[in-house]
T-cell receptor, first 120, second 113 residues
């Protein structure tokens, strides 16, 4: 079963507008972490934002915020005031304390990604 | 400056060859990961290691093995390369636990002909 689901293969947004990228996750762990990464056309993976499962406040980093709804198991990324340089692939990821065998610690799995295109 | 270094940026190998992809990190991280990235499929976890000589299968381990003899180095081995293993391979490392971000290498574009 897919642990991380990103249902939007592609999204378009006008420059200076806000955009929300969707992410849902599946875990039975109580302790886990949620991440968003950006991958521009150059291929590098850039860490954007982190949300811990016990954090009560939604995480924010500059123009990025994470809309964390624990009961719905969703962790959507909101980018405010989009810029042309925001055009990239965006990945949602989850770190679980324990894997299927119960022996792992910090396993990191990713979703399928969403390609964001910002129009001028 | 933290670094994860993959030994090759581009690699072309023949079907049936044994292929080694090397990854080295200089951050004293316990966790290291190997992913493959294919269009529409995102990053899929092949194997990860949470300590020296400790490993766990990811979602797509078939056709791959790994080796971690030293903390800083994590190798991905394609025992007998096949054309369906043509892909971008990404290595990452992180501290143990659920809170630490992962740092990525630059990726290796492997083509099996």
């Amino acid at each position: 079963a897919q642990k991380i689901t990103q249902t939007q293969p592609g999204m378009f947004v006008q420059e200076k507008e806000a955009v929300t990228l969707d992410c849902t996750y599946d875990t039975s762990d109580q302790s886990y972490g949620l991440f968003w990464y950006k991958q521009p056309s150059s291929g590098e993976m850039i860490f954007l934002i982190y949300q811990g499962s016990y954090d009560e406040q939604n995480a924010t980093e500059g123009r990025y915020s994470l809309n964390f709804q624990k009961a719905r198991k969703s962790a959507n990324l909101v980018i405010s005031a989009s810029q042309l340089g925001d055009s990239a692939m965006y990945f949602c990821a989850m770190r679980e304390a324990r894997g299927a065998g119960g022996t792992s610690y910090g396993k990191l799995t990713f979703g399928q990604g969403t390609i964001l295109t910002v129009h001028p | 400056d933290v670094k994860v270094t993959q030994s090759s940026r581009y690699l072309v190998k023949r079907t049936g060859e044994k292929v080694f992809l090397e990854c080295v990190q200089d951050m004293d991280h316990e966790n290291m990961f190997w992913y493959r990235q294919d269009p529409g499929l995102g990053l899929r976890l092949i194997y990860f290691s949470y300590d020296v000589k400790m490993k766990e299968k990811g979602d797509i381990p078939e056709g791959y093995s790994v080796s971690r003899e030293k903390k800083e180095r994590f190798s991905l081995i394609l025992e007998s390369a096949s054309t369906n293993q043509t892909s971008m391979y990404l290595c990452a490392s992180s501290l143990v636990g659920t809170g630490g971000e992962a740092f990525f290498g630059q990726g290796t574009r492997l083509t099996v002909v």
